[in-house]
């Protein structure tokens, strides 16, 4: 399962990086700590001028980690969601399906790989215990990935061959993470209110995703 761990996974590097776009200097390891000592680092994540810095750092940058972290947390912040662990979570998702093809499937090693979500809406029809949270889980996080990161591809599969617009795909994923919040797993794992409110969030959270989507465009240009 996704765990949102994009914030507590941030490196000494990032650190040094928001730093020194503060201060405007390379701090040493003594000064960074010091500074830590003296800031708010989550106003610091949240502040515009911080993921502005960031989006100009030459490569290799930022982790990613830090660099979603702050795109989402600005993204949704914008659109009056403040939920601080959400954003770590769609953040932690960004990362880990930027990986390989894990975005296809249900977990990291799985037999299984979904292209479309038709696909991840038959196992969830067939599956049982901990995978069908598994799977519900998947359901919403691929529709957000899919729709937020690439709506291009959506409006040419809509215009060539009259596939499902952004609202199937709102709809599909609220669905997905709505049965996983229910998942008696999810209580115990401490999701079930994460997965409620993203399922409750969810046309938020995908424009959010369509803007760290052009912001990363922006950056790569």
């Known amino acids: 399962m996704i765990q949102p761990d994009a914030r507590s996974r941030?490196?000494?590097?990032?650190?040094?990086?928001?730093?020194e776009g503060l201060t405007g200097r390379r701090?040493?390891?003594t000064d960074l700590d010091l500074w830590l000592l003296d800031i708010d680092l989550d106003q610091v994540l949240d502040a515009?001028?911080?993921?502005a810095?960031?989006?100009?750092?030459?490569?290799?940058?930022?982790?990613?980690?830090?660099?979603?972290y702050v795109l989402v947390r600005g993204a949704l912040l914008r659109r009056d969601l403040a939920d601080r662990p959400l954003a770590d979570y769609c953040a932690t998702m960004l990362r880990e399906f930027g990986a390989g093809d894990r975005a296809h499937r249900v977990a990291p090693v799985d037999d299984h790989r979904h292209l479309y979500l038709v696909d991840i809406l038959q196992d969830a029809a067939t599956a049982e215990g901990d995978r069908r949270l598994q799977v519900l889980a998947h359901l919403g996080n691929y529709a957000l990935w899919f729709a937020g990161m690439f709506p291009d591809r959506i409006a040419s599969?809509?215009?060539?061959a009259g596939g499902p617009d952004l609202g199937y795909y709102d709809a599909m994923g609220s669905q997905g993470f709505a049965g996983a919040a229910e998942h008696r797993t999810a209580a115990r794992l401490?999701?079930?209110?994460?997965?409620?409110?993203a399922a409750l969030a969810y046309?938020?959270?995908?424009?959010?995703?369509?803007?760290?989507s052009g912001s990363l465009r922006l950056r790569a240009a």
């Open 27 to 29: 701090p040493s390891e």
């Open 10 to 19: 941030l490196t000494a590097t990032d650190l040094a990086l928001v730093c």
């Open 157 to 160: 599969r809509q215009r060539r």
């Open 203 to 212: 046309p938020l959270l995908r424009e959010a995703f369509n803007e760290v």
């Open 53 to 68: 810095r960031l989006r100009r750092c030459p490569m290799p940058g930022p982790s990613l980690s830090l660099l979603f």
């Open 48 to 51: 515009p001028e911080t993921a």
């Open 190 to 197: 401490g999701l079930d209110g994460l997965y409620r409110s």
